[in-house]
């Protein structure tokens, strides 16, 4: 699965309006309620244009209830009320900046075209502003005390510039070009903020610093914000809020880590594993577990108490743990790009050109160590770091489901619905970091020297369901996970010479191939039978098996409907059949393989034609692919006479 790119506007907890605006809403319901709905949104944005504050003020308060509608964004953003809204983050009414701040925090939510459209309509020009002076009193004097007001203005600007620079490279140049970084590492190093504030600053700036290089520069060239980035790592408070804050901390000194100089960089892998295994140490399903009773524990007669107990547990128990869980998530995506190779493909390669070399090229397709020398990409500071602080056997833990007690509990009810489904996230992530950890690492790096043997039944029950504590999943995101770590694990397997792949596991996973929705899995799934049938390939006692795969394989190539998919198959293909095993050239004359090939290869290229938009980068892979094909034919005609 490679490098974890940041999806932007990625999954987290949901910025909300400021207390005050949520206030103002109630005390605003009567007008609301005598506008019909479909032109409330009018009302509320003819009331932005009112020469009274507090007009305006109200407006902002029904606004950043509106824009939580999904359905009204769209039309929101055509009547201009960006503009409208970031006129007033400039305002002299220190209550209506931060009503309109409030509500552009929440237009966020909305998701990336959304971020998108408000940049387009220059709300960075106001926020800017806004940021500057909401912290200018404050950086003035460390003496005077701060107030309300004024953190609350912070803490939403903060907000908003984390929000919009995940969706817009624009906002990350205009973060640089403004010299916010001195700002926004204030909010974090200074001990004169709530946690939360701190955590927010480090947020944005772990967003900013991804793949910003005169940002890590500035930062690595700093020797207060490096001291400021030690500290916050190795502050040791229990609070989920410090959990949240080491992790990010973690993240922002690997996003700069590369602009280090050798032995700095040797010295903050370590400091950044050592976090990433506290945040991983926690147990979090366990305490998911004993909020449980709690939750589900009023019955119908006590629906108001119940209500208001929610209400309560949300601000704490709930809350906390919902924290935890978004660390680990975090903790989990570092990891996994610590653990891969920004060049690395699993793509395949291409043959010789060469007609007279094409059977020697199959074979070092087949053959070659590739995957060892991927290993070696990773950086021996990385790989001490993560062996050192046991990172596989934690990553291995979160992999597993919970204790089946958590998702009956909690599955009850709609908060614990809530935490669930991040627990699913954090056992995708895992997935995804075991996958990389499984390709960058050697076995005994691992760990244990049979761990690889008790691993693949561990992965194989994940994935189809079987003997595995807890409810199966089959959603594209654990799907895609699972399958691409036992698509890694098989190669590892297979450069050891373990052997614990059962037979009647590869007729069930070469059964269900063209049976799964997603394409991005029956990909995974068409590489993985590659692997498991190159090592058949060479065994002379297999060719059950690898009728089995082949024929699997040839479906995959022939009736796939994802050109990708078929594109992966093609590889897989050219690895099991390109080899020189007993049993190779039978398989290939009674699957009729060749004609088969031939088939596939006639429309192959305006079938690639016709997907050169859809398939982006991958286009090259799938050219490349087609040309193999031509070659792969020409071999297999030569072999056949």
């Known amino acids: 699965m490679g490098k974890l790119r940041k ?26 309620d005598a506008v019909d709905s479909s032109s409330a949104h009018d009302h509320l944005i003819e009331m932005l244009s009112s020469p009274s504050a507090e007009d305006r003020q109200c407006a902002c308060a029904g606004l950043a209830n509106l824009v939580l509608e999904a359905e009204i964004v769209p039309i929101l953003l055509d009547k201009g009320v960006v503009k409208s809204l970031a006129s007033m983050l400039v305002d002299e009414c220190e209550a209506l900046r931060l009503g309109a701040a409030g509500a552009l925090r929440n237009l966020t939510i909305a998701g990336h075209e959304t971020c998108v459209r408000m940049v387009e309509d220059d709300v960075m020009t106001s926020l800017v502003v806004f940021f500057k002076r909401s912290l200018e009193s404050v950086t003035i004097s460390d003496a005077a005390p701060i107030d309300e007001t004024c953190l609350d203005q912070i803490e939403q600007g903060l907000h908003l510039l984390w929000n919009l620079s995940e969706c817009s490279a ?18 974090i190093s200074s001990e004169r903020f709530f946690p939360s504030i701190a955590v927010t600053a480090a947020q944005c700036l772990h967003t900013v610093t991804e793949e910003n290089p005169p940002l890590c520069e500035t930062i690595v060239g700093s020797g207060e914000m490096l001291t400021t980035l030690e500290r916050l790592l190795l502050c040791d408070g229990d609070a989920v809020r410090h959990m949240m804050l080491r992790v990010l901390t973690a993240g922002i000194l690997f996003n700069v880590h590369r602009h280090m100089s050798p032995v700095a960089r040797g010295q903050a892998m370590q400091a950044i594993a050592r976090a990433l295994a506290k945040a991983l140490d926690v147990d979090v399903p366990a305490q998911m577990k004993a909020i449980a009773p709690d939750l589900v524990a009023a019955d119908a007669g006590a629906i108001e108490e119940a209500e208001k107990y929610q209400e309560r547990k949300e601000s704490d128990q709930v809350l906390d743990i919902r924290i935890a869980l978004a660390a680990q998530q975090l903790a989990l995506e570092i990891l996994a790009n610590l653990c891969c190779n920004d060049d690395s493909s699993d793509d395949g390669g291409s043959l010789p050109s ?21 290993a070696l990409s990773m950086s021996v500071d990385s790989v001490e770091a993560v062996v050192s602080h046991c990172l596989p056997e934690k990553t291995l833990s979160k992999c597993r489901f919970a204790d089946p007690a958590v998702y ?10 809530t935490l669930v489904q991040k627990l699913n ?13 499984l390709s960058m690492l050697d076995s005994d790096e691992l760990s244990r020297p049979d761990s690889l043997d008790s691993l693949w039944p561990s992965l194989f029950d994940l994935a189809t369901g079987v003997s595995e504590k807890g409810p199966s999943r089959s959603d594209e995101e654990f799907l895609e996970a699972v399958t691409g770590a036992m698509r890694s694990l098989a190669k590892r397997l297979q450069l050891t010479g373990h052997k614990c792949v059962q037979p009647e596991q590869i007729i069930r996973i070469a059964s269900v191939c063209p049976t799964v929705a997603f394409p991005s899995v029956r990909a995974n799934v068409v590489g993985l ?19 089995v795969v082949g024929s699997a394989l040839c479906k995959a190539v022939s009736s796939d409907t994802d050109l990708w998919v078929v594109v992966e198959a093609l590889d897989a293909i050219f690895d099991v059949f390109g080899g020189d095993g007993d049993i190779v050239l039978p398989t290939v004359k009674f699957l009729q393989l060749l004609p088969q090939l031939e088939g596939v290869a006639s429309g192959l290229k305006k079938r690639i034609a016709s997907k050169r938009k859809s398939l982006g980068a991958r286009l090259p892979v799938a050219e490349n692919a087609r040309t193999n094909l031509l070659r792969f034919i020409r071999y297999l005609r030569k072999g056949i006479k």
């Open 7 to 32: 999806k932007r506007k990625k999954a987290r907890i949901q910025p909300t309006g400021l207390p005050s605006v949520a206030e103002a809403i109630e005390e605003q319901e009567s007008v609301l």
């Open 170 to 187: 624009t906002v990350v140049k205009i973060f640089n070009s403004e010299n916010l970084l001195p700002l926004v590492f204030y909010c």
């Open 354 to 374: 060469e007609s007279d070399s094409e059977v020697e090229g199959v074979e070092e397709e087949q053959n070659g160590s590739g995957f060892e020398s991927m």
């Open 408 to 417: 009956e509990l909690l599955g009850a009810h709609n908060l614990g619905q």
């Open 425 to 437: 996230t954090v056992q995708s992530r895992a997935l995804v970091a075991l996958h990389n950890m």
């Open 529 to 547: 039978l590659g692997v498991l049938g190159t090592s058949l390939a060479q065994r002379s006692d297999a060719a059950e098996l690898l009728t």
